[in-house]
């Protein structure tokens, strides 16, 4: 269920032997901290943006401990390793979810995938680049700290989503991360995403000391995407390996989660160059990475 104020949008014909014929839009989905709500937070804009007539790809970029798959009940035969040690293609390990979005799956335990060497790098910015998808929007549900994969990850995104909590080791990680970014990547802009908050004066609070900190010791900006109430019910969907939205439509975690996105998808990004790797960019892997 999609509440009516969200409109179906209209879906533009496909041109060039189904070859992308328009920008994608990819966000990362991303935190300094863990436990955060990443995974459903990504999975949930996911549906709802489908829902809307978008087509979207999930990409689990926790490579070395995949969290899409289990979050939604889906099991998949292969997944990005099989694609980066080339046993497989792209097409052949991607899988569909509830709402009609694809889903790249991470492999699970292999030590290996917790950081991607320069040939991995490169071989998923090329499969990638390759896919032939006319996809709107890939969204990038990273892994949590400032690992090297989590900063490949990021680079590769054109819009980051910071995620953060009220927990007060959510705040500084969230700060770590960002500063990080600017000062290793020179990234200037991210929008910040509040989850598990009482509410909006909450979240406002998380969003106004990150922002001060931000503009004061780095002198950057950073934007407020929106905010995600504490709601029980999160948890009981993640129980029965459902997405929220879809179980419990009408709860105040879901309210959040089709106000966040709508803003996203009304959002006019700047494509302002921020790293040397962009997936559908056309860019390369840095060779310092």
Do not use: W
């Not at 569909?96 to 995938?113: C, D, T, V």
């Not at 010791?217 to 029965?240: E, M, P, Q, T, W």
């Not at 309210?255 to 006019?268: C, D, I, N, P, S």
């Amino acid at each position: 269920m999609v509440p009516r104020e969200i409109k179906k949008a209209d879906k533009r014909p496909v041109k060039n032997g189904g070859k992308r014929n328009r920008a994608v839009r990819v966000i990362s989905i991303t935190s300094g901290k863990g436990g955060v709500g990443k995974t459903n937070i990504a999975a949930n804009m996911s549906y709802i943006l489908s829902k809307m007539g978008k087509k979207v790809l999930l990409v689990d970029a926790d490579a070395g401990l995949a969290n899409v798959d289990v979050v939604l009940g889906i099991t998949s035969e292969y997944n990005l390793h099989h694609v980066l040690n080339g046993e497989k293609r792209l097409p052949d390990v991607i899988v569909e979810g509830p709402g009609g979005f694809k889903i790249l799956p991470a492999a699970s335990g292999i030590q290996s995938m917790a950081e991607l060497s320069k040939g991995q790098k490169l071989t998923l910015l090329e499969e990638l680049n390759d896919l032939d998808e006319d996809l709107d929007f890939v969204l990038i549900d990273t892994a949590a700290g400032i690992a090297g994969n989590v900063m490949y990850f990021n680079m590769a995104a054109k819009e980051i989503i910071v995620v953060v909590t009220p927990d007060p080791t959510s705040l500084t990680d969230a700060y770590a991360l960002i500063k990080v970014m600017y000062q290793n990547y020179a990234v200037k802009r991210f929008m910040i995403l509040a989850n598990m908050v009482e509410g909006s004066q909450e979240a406002e609070k998380i969003y106004i000391r990150l922002s001060n900190a931000a503009d004061h010791f780095l002198n950057i900006s950073v934007d407020y995407l929106g905010h995600i109430c504490s709601d029980r019910k999160v948890r009981a969907a993640v129980r029965k390996q459902s997405l929220l939205v879809e179980m419990y439509p009408d709860s105040k975690a879901s309210e959040g989660l089709f106000e966040v996105t709508q803003g996203l998808y009304q959002r006019h990004p700047e494509d302002a160059a921020s790293g040397t790797i962009r997936f559908f960019g056309g860019a390369t892997v840095d060779n310092n990475d």
